[in-house]
């Protein structure tokens, strides 16, 4: 067994959270043999209900569970950590957009990038998946100066994965003979999924489909999935969002495949024409535990119209927020 690690995790007696903490505590996040002390943020209204996941956990007596810290001062729950996974926010409802939730949610994510700015590892390793995800990391990261900003990532794995399995029943095939999807830009109703590069049991995904399923089926059918599972469940998706985060994190610390790319939104370096410094879902491969972003993929015209929406909408979030952000 390697030393433990600390891993916060906000948003702990939510349902995204209820779903989370068992698997990471697990040992599915980080491996069998990185054992974990996590650090569980609520809010205080929320804390009793935080005592009962705390008790189950301690009784689940997992081999990789090192200790739980369960609070409600931020201070606290980011002091020493390796790993941050801000869900803690609301979840939108019915006919709302996630940017709908900027106003309720964005207020959230300044303190804790300071939190995380004074008291986190220099190298944490911070997801954020509270909605609007992409901007609301850039809101942390804004607020986080002596931090590199490359440590804060939002999570774009759930559009991925959803993506692998709406391919993956088309073709017939196991979503693990797919390779090369990628989930451009925000993690929003303008996200870009693209299947250019995607291959199917080796062979170019958009020579198994025909394009009017590809563009009017699987494009849309992924941007709404959030939504139609608001409208199937009456809350929006929790163990799939919480499955995802652990595959993100397991992927930017333990490294993705050899000939594969995963999908994750990061601050954008210029790379593809693409703003600097919005937090955008790029195709990325991840080795020692840092991540690099594809490049020199080829980009046509369909592509270019619909990655271009996406920055579009990110930089007016990102214009809507700026008060948000520390003084420099
Ligand atoms: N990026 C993605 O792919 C996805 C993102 N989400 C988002 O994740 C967020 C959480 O979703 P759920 O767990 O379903 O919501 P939930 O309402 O079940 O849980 C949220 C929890 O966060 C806590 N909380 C609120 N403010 C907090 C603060 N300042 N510090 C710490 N905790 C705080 C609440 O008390 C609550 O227990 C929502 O914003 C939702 O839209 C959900 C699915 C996918
Ligand atoms: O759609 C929502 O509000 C929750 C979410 O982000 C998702 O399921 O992708």
Known sequence: MKAPVRVAVTGAAGQIGYALLFRIAAGDMLGPDQPVILHLLEITPALPALQGVVMELNDCAFPTLAGVVATDDVNVAFKDVDYALLVGARPRGPGMERKDLLEANGAIFGPQGKALNDHAKRDVK?????????????IAQQNAPDLDPKCFTAMVRLDHNRALSQL????????????????????????????????????????????????????????????????????????????????????????????NWVSMGIPSDGSYGIAPGVIYGYPVTCKDGRYTIVQGLEIGEFSRGRMDATDKELREERGGVEHLFAKK
Not at 127 to 133: D, I, R, W, Y
């Open 126 to 138: 911070v997801l954020v998946v509270g909605n609007p995800a992409n901007t609301n990391a850039l």
């Open 168 to 259: 993956a029943e088309k073709t017939g095939k196991h979503t693990t003979e797919i390779k090369k999807v990628t989930i451009w830009g925000n993690h929003s109703s303008t996200q870009y999924p693209d299947l250019h590069h995607a291959t199917v049991d080796g062979k170019p995904a958009l020579t198994l489909v025909d394009q009017a399923w590809y563009e009017n089926d699987f494009i849309p059918t992924v941007q709404q999935r959030g939504a139609a599972i608001i409208k199937a469940r009456g809350a929006s998706s929790a163990a799939s969002a919480a499955s995802a985060a652990i595959d993100h994190m397991r992927s930017w610390a333990l490294g993705t495949e050899e000939g």
